[in-house]
């Protein structure tokens, strides 16, 4: 499968402990970071959302799949405090998240990006970079009308921006303005530029989507490469190669439901998700896949 | 038809308090609306705040201007509190309708029979600026400057202080908007929920916007009821947050220079279309195939005219203004 | 454009000279106002003699005062000035109000348009033994008839928003059209309202029309964002009202058919048999309108459309021709709302632009994009303003208004019909 592939002691962790969990829906996790219980989202009659039991994880990367209209960009939604359930409880490392706004949920370790890149197109990138560190003392007013008093730390945060800038080969780009990047340079400049919360869980709706096919091997990279740093990775896609290559564990949702979980290879032969696939015309990467 | 007066009046008007004090009423908007992206047409509102806190305080009370200023102060942070919060969390749309109807309220409540005691009423507060004379070191009766520009002793105090100020504020605006709490904001402007996604409080900052923004624009009201002598609640009516604004397209929105050009220029043309069309219309109407077209008494509805023509033009054509960048607005999804 | 405001001027010719006579003047009106059974009426006085001097005393103009009440004196500039009125002269048992005074000092900077106006109120304002309940039972009918008004007024600007995304603020200039065309048809060119009425309407439908096919739709085309549409429909605001106030000058005047009218008393509420007329017909248009959005395909596709556009149209439903219906109709409803507040109050250039924000007000309260949202809280935001001046001064009936937007907004935002997702 990929023996070639090294994990990090922490990957290696990780995926151990998903080794003896069983691969049912809403099954607990031996250590879950993200735990979420009967959290439901009705719109105008339609139920976008109805989870019963989820728990994700800690250290590892958990794709979430299903069909189109099946409440992952809700549920992440939910999760992170950009929307509001009718009911459910859900906790972030041990915290209750139930009334937490978004910005909050973010300075507490939980980032998200968008389906939709949301790079800001009118500040350069190393600006887009800057913006992403928290705690800053010039973002007050105060200080920020007198220069002396954030320089430094302005310095640092410029610093660690660029290391992370040319991990992900964006440096040449730096002082461009991000609306000048091509669409998957914008996906790669959010991913990194979400990473300077230093979040302990990397949500990242769609990361695959629009991107060209030889971005997506590098994407890859810098998302194993998230796990192995000890952050958790949570993915909504619909690239099912990019699932099978890179999950440690899969969520899949249908119709606001969780219908099934599992290891990439549990999921492929699993009859229910094959239903709810064929069901939506879609799938056929997932009959085809390896370890079918 | 004097042409030498027409351009002595231009000429004289991009210089005049009255750029001035558009001016800083333009820093103030650029904060709220060319930054951070938030569609104050309160503007006026916040104006009135300064010139009624200072005029009543001295009036009324009889205390000095420093204490007129932190009244004003107070009033500028609770109307931009009561505007603000139940509006910044929802669309621009909302903040814009609220911000009309508080100044109009505002304008209405100053200029009331009922509140007269307070505000002077229609007639508004006439003998305030005593204490401000009083620190002037040039001669109120003289007259200062060469001809043609020359300005009697008061005017040109009120004019150095305005011009002062309006130094002062673009250089703290620039400031501002060099450091993280200006890239956070700017980055408001473009898409919340991505800032969001980042752990700023973009609420916070959209107030903190909002009432900076106003108290520039207090000052604004101050030096233009100084200059008078008067503070006259029908000068605070929400065209006038209409015309700060279409100076301020003018200039350029987002960019310091342009909320201090803009202004500058704003005057300098109004005074000048108002010069000329009057100088035309001094001994007969204005005539095109025999319709008169401009009487001498319409002059001043057709320069408004221009005005309103011109703010519709400048969004449509040219919406970065002269000093604005054409990527940074190419790049404009709004 | 260029072709409207042309064929405007040429309109307007007569209209400007017969309107404005001097450069700067002061007009000064006496009113005498009464209160039966508390509602205020205000009849002019005339004969009263005004004297205009300077600061320091020496003679400017003085006049007296004509049918209307009014004088209008002639003033060199935009200047101070002392405007005294002669007691003696004002006929016999007409007082001036207690502790107003005749000598009112005007500064120059009060001139925000060539013409200072001052008034002098004589009679009592205090109410005359109207009780309580009389008093509120007749706020309520003018309620019910400003009500009206502004739901009809509204209902163009709350669908223009739901189909096309746009704050309009330049609606109460279409409402102030209306007046101006009204004007033109019944005075100007003499012509009665019974037939000008409809004329007057198509003519704000065309309007509507004209302002979405040249603008906006150009607009929207260009890729024009929503805020910079708003900013524009404010320069076509600031444009159109000054074109007006071109046209047709600073005071306001009454159309020649129905405006001298006495009220009938019906029990505790008076009204006149026009404004009755003009209530019945609000309302009966009110109600046709929400049938015809209720149950015609139009009017559900526009429902449709106004609701959520992308789906609609990925329904079939034709969105440019249903935003072009939206824009007539909201057009010619606001343009009757014109004529009716014409009736009601008289014609002037700004008759609308003081309009709009109740008219925000009520679609904020109804519910932004919701048309029947629009009739609910254009209505009743007439009525509790009406309400309101029982406890409010008359001049700040309007803050009320205010208040409503605001605690709507801080409460439930989408108003009672709207739907939450527009909201933030």
Redesign the interface.
């Known amino acids: 499968m990929d023996a070639e592939r090294s994990y990090s002691e922490l990957a290696v962790r990780a995926r151990a402990a998903l080794a003896s969990v069983q691969a049912s829906p809403g099954v607990a996790k031996p250590d879950p970071i993200l735990h979420a219980e009967k959290v439901k989202r009705n719109f105008g009659g339609v139920t976008a959302v109805d989870v019963d039991h989820l728990e994700i994880q800690r250290g590892s990367i958990t794709a979430l799949i299903g069909p189109n209209g099946a409440g992952k960009t809700t549920l992440f939604n939910l999760l992170?405090g950009?929307d509001t359930p009718d009911n459910g409880e859900w906790m972030f490392d041990g915290k209750s998240l139930k009334k937490v706004v978004?910005?909050?949920t973010?300075?507490l370790g939980m980032?998200?990006?968008?389906q939709l890149t949301?790079?800001?197109?009118?500040?350069s990138v190393i600006?887009n970079m800057?913006?992403?560190a928290?705690h800053?003392?010039?973002?007050?007013?105060w200080?920020?009308?007198l220069?002396f008093r954030?320089r430094k730390q302005?310095a640092i945060i410029e610093r660690r921006a660029d290391e992370l800038l040319k991990r992900f080969k964006l440096d040449h780009m730096r002082d461009q303005?991000a609306?000048t990047l091509s669409g998957g340079q914008r996906k790669l400049l959010e991913m990194a530029?979400?990473l300077?919360?230093n979040p302990r869980l990397v949500m990242l709706d769609e990361p695959m989507a629009g991107v060209n096919p030889a971005l997506k091997q590098s994407l890859n990279e810098h998302i194993r490469g998230l796990r192995d740093d000890g952050m958790t990775v949570l993915f909504v896609e619909h690239d099912m190669d990019m699932v099978h290559d890179i999950s440690d564990w899969v969520v899949v949702m249908a119709e606001g439901k969780i219908i099934a979980e599992g290891t990439p290879d549990q999921i492929s032969a699993n009859p229910a998700v094959i239903e709810a696939y064929l069901g939506s015309h879609q799938g056929k990467s997932l009959l085809e896949g390896e370890g079918a | 038809m004097d042409i030498i007066k027409i351009l002595e009046n231009t000429v004289a008007a991009f210089f005049g308090i009255d750029a001035a004090y558009f001016a800083l009423a333009a820093i103030g908007l650029n904060i709220q609306f060319g930054y951070t992206g938030l569609l104050n047409f309160g503007q006026s509102a916040f104006m009135a705040c300064g010139a009624y806190g200072l005029g009543m305080t001295s009036q009324y009370f009889g205390v000095g201007m420093w204490w007129g200023i932190l009244i004003a102060l107070a009033l500028v942070i609770i109307l931009g509190l009561l505007v603000g919060i139940p509006t910044l969390r929802l669309r621009a749309d909302y903040l814009a309708i609220v911000t009309i109807a508080t100044a109009e309220i505002v304008r209405l409540v100053v200029r009331s029979v009922r509140f007269k005691q307070y505000f002077g009423g229609s007639d508004g507060i006439n003998s305030f600026s005593t204490s401000f004379r009083n620190l002037s070191p040039f001669d109120p009766g003289a007259q200062y400057g060469i001809r043609p520009f020359q300005y009697s002793g008061y005017s040109l105090w009120t004019m150095i202080v305005g011009w002062t100020l309006v130094a002062f504020f673009s250089f703290l605006v620039y400031m501002l908007m060099k450091s993280p709490w200006g890239r956070v904001v700017k980055a408001i402007r473009e898409d919340e929920d991505a800032v969001r996604s980042l752990g700023k409080n973009v609420y916070s900052y959209k107030m903190q916007s909002l009432i900076i923004g106003g108290v520039v624009g207090m000052f604004s009201g101050m030096i233009f009821a100084l200059d008078r002598g008067s503070v006259q609640p029908d000068n605070y009516s929400r065209d006038v947050t209409f015309y700060v604004l279409t100076a301020l397209v003018l200039g350029g929105v987002a960019k310091v220079r342009g909320s201090v050009i803009g202004p500058m220029m704003f005057w300098g043309l109004y005074v000048f279309s108002d010069n000329f069309l009057r100088e035309l219309t001094k001994d007969r109407p204005f005539e095109i195939f025999g319709f008169g077209i401009i009487q001498k008494a319409q002059v001043g509805p057709v320069n408004y005219m221009l005005i309103g023509l011109g703010l519709m033009l400048l969004m449509t054509f040219r919406p970065q203004g002269v000093f604005g960048s054409k990527e940074e607005m190419a790049l404009d999804g709004r | 454009m260029f072709v409207l405001l042309g064929v405007l001027v040429a309109l307007a010719a007569p209209a400007a000279v017969h309107a404005l006579d001097s450069d700067y003047s002061i007009i000064v009106s006496v009113a005498n106002q009464t209160n039966n059974n508390g509602v205020a009426e205000k009849k002019p006085v005339a004969g009263v003699k005004i004297a205009i001097t300077t600061p320091a005393g020496v003679a400017v103009g003085e006049g007296v005062t004509d049918a209307t009440g009014a004088a209008t004196i002639a003033v060199p500039a935009k200047d101070d000035y002392v405007v005294t009125l002669d007691v003696a002269s004002l006929p016999s048992g007409v007082t001036l109000v207690e502790g107003t005074k005749t000598v009112v000092n005007i500064v120059k900077d009060a001139f925000t348009t060539n013409q200072k106006r001052v008034t002098f109120f004589a009679g009592s304002t205090g109410d005359s033994g109207a009780s309580l309940a009389e008093r509120i039972a007749q706020r309520l009918v003018d309620g019910v008839r400003l009500g009206l008004i502004i739901a009809i007024c509204s209902v163009g600007l709350s669908l223009i928003f739901g189909t096309t995304g746009l704050t309009n603020f330049a609606h109460g200039e279409m409402v102030t059209f209306g007046g101006m065309m009204a004007f033109w048809f019944n005075v100007l060119l003499g012509v009665p309202l019974l037939i000008a009425g409809p004329l007057v309407i198509a003519l704000g439908g065309v309007f509507g029309l004209a302002m979405n096919g040249l603008i906006f739709a150009k607009l929207r085309k260009r890729g024009i964002g929503l805020i910079s549409q708003l900013v524009v429909s404010v320069g076509l605001s600031i444009m159109l009202r000054n074109m007006y106030l071109y046209q047709f000058g600073g005071r306001t005047r009454p159309l020649d058919d129905f405006s001298l009218q006495v009220a009938k008393s019906f029990g505790p509420v008076s009204i006149t048999m026009r404004d009755l007329t003009t209530t019945i017909i609000s309302l009966v248009v009110l109600l046709g309108v929400a049938a015809y959005l209720q149950r015609s395909r139009t009017g559900k596709a526009i429902r449709a459309v106004s609701d959520n556009p992308s789906l609609a149209s990925s329904t079939g439903i034709d969105t440019q021709k249903i935003i072009r219906i939206v824009w007539f109709a909201g057009g010619a409803l606001a343009a009757m709302g014109g004529l009716f507040r014409g009736l009601d109050e008289q014609v002037g250039f700004e008759m609308g632009s003081g309009l709009i924000f109740l008219m925000f007000a009520g679609i904020t309260l109804g519910g932004l994009g919701s048309a029947y949202g629009a009739l609910v809280g254009g209505f009743l935001v007439g009525l509790l303003v009406e309400l309101a001046s029982l406890v409010v001064p008359a001049e700040l009936k309007n803050a009320p208004a205010l208040l409503i937007l605001i605690v709507v907004l801080v409460l439930r935002p989408q108003g009672i019909l709207g739907r939450k997702q527009r909201v933030g």
């Open positions: 992170t950009f978004a910005h909050k973010a300075s980032v998200r990006t968008f949301k790079s800001l197109t009118k500040l600006e800057k913006l992403g928290t800053q003392a010039g973002e007050k007013w200080n920020g009308l220069p954030y302005e303005y609306g530029r979400a300077m919360t």
